[in-house]
């Protein structure tokens, strides 16, 4: 398995908080049965994160196994971070391919915990927001640490063993040498009755002194009691808005901001704007209508003023609390409107891209969104390069999914929506698929849109389908049909029967299967369509084999194996699906040298799509293969891969190759035994 190292860097400017440090070293010494886990509360912007980032740098030698970090999304825009989210992202971290992850949380959460079983890590969740956010991201291992930074106690952690640390206000000394640090001892020395006045106006808050440090530091004439009477004012003007801490932060942020240069402060407000938590350079360039070597400039300015920190190579975030403070200025721009739809379709643009990248055969929107020029020039080299940028800006999609959804921006939300169907396809993500899909819905409806409807009601048919709520999905597949009978769409209708169909075909109703994919079939004749023809010959050959009529299958497949091929690289995974029912067919028909040519492929196939339900499925039935010819040890291997496939994947195949793992005899009686 990979070593993951996640661990942001501490601040550069760190000082201090020796007791703190030494009270976590302590905690960890006290007796214990399970993980470490230490909660370090405090209000926003008192030092949290920078205590827990300069202790892991301290010790992080002492966990060879690695360090995981997840910022867990107290006040993030959409809301905080789902526990099943963190974990996907963290069994992704620990090796566990994307397409791989379970999807329910519980599952998600067993995983974790079977994998970090007896393994020496460090783990650190940033801005947890609950008890029940943090519970199901515990191992049970005792040789990991699980820190926690919090604004709550998070008392209900009390139960799993936690251990607390509450933050306080930095003392005046260390503020002083804090604030020394930036700006040079000269400076602070030569005037200490100002220095102690501004560090008590900050109110020991490091985020305050280290907004007011930068403004000090880009500035070397500015004596320090210029500043001090410009917070001092500005402090006298927000007093009746909240508390002391309120007060500090607001005036330190103000005040910085009013010093930024206009380009510079613009480029605060529309990242203020941004849908979701991180994001890249090349975003920002499109929201401001700018080169990247502009927009990285102006971001290396936020860098400089400490209004925003950098996570990995061009890629940024905000603090919370000065997101919020952007976001307050970001309201009142009158260009407000017009960088949020910026934002929405850069993102829109590269889901586009990625989309006709990965699936160049689907049906896509006609209609065109851009209100602008910038937001469509989103390049991709090739399928990894898109499938990389799907898995990184997911977040960010959903986000701004769930923004456009909820602002009036009806057509942008469903048709980002639709361009992720790639990304779902390969990687799945069961929970950002049914969420996406749902709004997606919601948004063709509330534009009265029934093709756009009836599109989106199928796509959310069939992830209920892979979810095994096969009654949901044929509820939903109804609906889809009923719409695009309504309007015409004979295209929809073919797709909607063949979701029917399969639904049948899972539940076993053979009969009603072949009725549907029969239907399916002459549809896509009449229309002309040459892949999908295949793919209903693919549906009608599946039945077939499951109910024992393989001579039809065969039949089917043939012709089903000629489309496929004559469609070149359009569509090479369908293309190992009907290699697999033809390797099927042709074992059960006692052909077994040429079964296992054709099932031998399908897999490298598959293994070359990185489609673990593909892998599964020529597993499976080279195991039934090798189980109908009594090779028993080839039958357990291909079995036992082929069933940790499905279950990974939750796939309702797996009972079925179960099953036929308990037809094969023990090992020291299995005459065929490998050495």
């Not at 007060?247 to 910085?256: C, G, P, R, T």
């Not at 076993?508 to 999908?532: D, K, N, T």
């Amino acid at each position: 398995m990979p070593i993951p190292r996640q661990l942001p860097a501490p601040p550069a400017h760190f000082v201090g908080r020796d007791v703190e440090l030494a009270e976590i070293d302590r905690l960890l010494t006290e007796e214990r049965t399970g993980p470490a886990l230490i909660v370090i509360n405090g209000v926003g912007g008192i030092g949290k994160s920078a205590i827990a980032l300069q202790w892991a740098q301290r010790v992080n030698s002492q966990f060879p196994d690695g360090q995981l970090y997840a910022h867990l999304g107290a006040f993030n825009p959409t809301g905080p971070i789902a526990p099943a989210e963190v974990l996907g992202q963290m069994l992704r971290s620990l090796g566990v391919a994307p397409q791989r992850v379970p999807a329910d949380t519980a599952e998600r959460a067993a995983t974790f915990r079977s994998i970090t079983a007896g393994r020496k890590l460090l783990l650190l969740w940033d801005d947890a927001v609950s008890a029940a956010q943090v519970r199901p991201l515990l191992p049970t291992s005792s040789s990991c640490v699980v820190v926690v930074t919090t604004r709550w106690r998070l008392a209900g952690l009390v139960t799993d063993g936690a251990r607390f640390l509450a933050v306080e206000p930095l003392s005046e000394p260390v503020a002083i040498e804090l604030l020394t640090r930036a700006v040079g001892a000269d400076r602070t020395a030569s005037d200490p009755a100002s220095t102690s006045s501004l560090v008590r106006l900050c109110a020991g808050f490091p985020i305050a002194l280290a907004v007011t440090g930068a403004r000090l530091a880009t500035r070397p004439r500015w004596p320090i009691r210029r500043l001090v009477n410009e917070l001092a004012e500005e402090h006298r003007r927000l007093r009746g808005l909240g508390g002391q801490e309120d007060v500090s932060l607001q005036s330190a942020f103000d005040l910085s901001y009013q010093e930024l240069p206009d380009p510079v402060a613009r480029c605060y407000r529309m990242v203020g704007l941004h849908p979701g938590t991180e994001f890249g350079l090349n975003v920002v360039a499109a929201g401001l209508e700018v080169g990247q070597q502009e927009a990285a400039d102006l971001l290396d300015a936020l860098l400089e003023a400490s209004l925003l920190s950098e996570t990995a190579d061009n890629r940024y975030r905000l603090h919370d609390l000065v997101r919020l403070h952007a976001r307050q200025h970001a309201e009142t721009d009158p260009d407000q409107p017009l960088l949020t739809r910026r934002i929405i379709e850069w993102y829109l643009a590269g889901v586009s891209a990625a989309d006709r990248l990965l699936t160049p055969y689907r049906r896509r929107d006609r209609d065109n969104p851009f209100a602008t020029s910038q937001a469509q020039v989103v390049a991709l080299a090739d399928r990894d390069e898109a499938l990389a940028w799907l898995e990184q800006e997911r977040g960010n999609l959903v986000a701004a999914i769930q923004y456009a959804a909820s602002h009036d921006l009806l057509l942008l939300a469903w048709q980002i929506a639709d361009a992720m169907w790639p990304l779902f396809h390969y990687h799945r993500h069961h929970r950002d698929r049914m969420e996406v899909d749902r709004l997606a819905v919601r948004c063709a409806q509330q534009l009265n849109d029934h093709d756009r409807e009836a599109r989106m009601l199928r796509r959310w048919a069939f992830a209920h389908f892979d979810l095994a709520q096969f009654d949901r999905a044929r509820e939903l597949f109804e609906r889809c049909l009923q719409l695009c009978e309504e309007i015409g769409d004979q295209y929809g209708t073919t797709s909607a029967v063949e979701g029917l169909g399969l639904v049948a075909l899972v539940q076993r109703r053979h009969p009603q299967a072949v009725v549907y994919f029969s239907r399916q079939l002459r549809l896509c004749r009449e229309a002309g369509q040459h892949r999908r023809i295949g793919l209903a010959l693919l549906n009608l050959a599946m039945v077939g084999n499951e109910s024992a009529q393989h001579r039809l299958a065969l039949f089917h497949l043939r012709d089903a194996a000629a489309i496929f091929a004559s469609l070149g690289d359009v569509d090479p995974y369908n293309d190992a699906r009907v290699r697999i029912e033809l390797g099927r067919a042709l074992g059960h028909l006692g052909e077994h040298r040429p079964a296992r040519e054709k099932l031998t492929q399908a897999l490298a196939d598959m293994r070359y799509l990185d489609s673990p339900r593909g892998q599964a499925q020529a597993l499976h039935r080279l195991g039934e293969l090798a189980l109908a010819g009594q090779e028993f040890a080839e039958a357990r291997t291909y079995l036992t891969q082929a069933l940790r496939l499905y279950e990974e994947i939750e796939d309702v195949e797996a009972g079925q190759v179960r099953h036929l793992t308990t037809l094969i005899p023990p090992a020291d009686t299995d005459p065929h035994r490998m050495p």
